[in-house]
């Protein structure tokens, strides 16, 4: 990586960062979406935690610019029993879509 972009990348990696610290997450009927189907989103990836198919997740759902769900499950270490929160960091390999799962 060259010495022009390693600045703008470390600045959006930041960005990226704080982000969800400065969010204030808002009722999703305010932003356009269905506050029943976020929950239905929430109860099928703590039943993937359940089956033993990922140790935890940390959701992130914006529209029209709000941020309309916010929300940690299970563990960023299983083995320690060490519980998820929203600002962990996580080694994402690839980025070629709009929604990373980690």
């Known amino acids: ?11 959006f990696t930041l960005f990226l960062a704080v982000q969800p610290l400065l ?6 009927r305010s932003a356009g979406m269905s506050a029943e189907r976020l929950e239905r989103y929430t109860a099928y990836l703590q039943q993937e935690i359940d089956a033993g198919k990922a140790p935890g997740f940390v959701s992130m ?11 940690a499950l299970g563990y960023s270490n ?9 600002d962990d960091i996580f080694f994402i390999q690839s980025m070629t879509k709009r929604g990373v799962w980690c």
């Open 1 to 11: 990586m060259s010495h022009k972009i390693r600045p703008l990348v470390f600045v």
């Open 61 to 71: 759902v914006y529209r029209n610019g709000s941020l309309a769900h916010y929300e």
């Open 78 to 86: 299983a083995e320690a029993q060490k519980t998820m929160v929203g």
């Open 23 to 28: 969010a204030q997450t808002v009722n999703p």
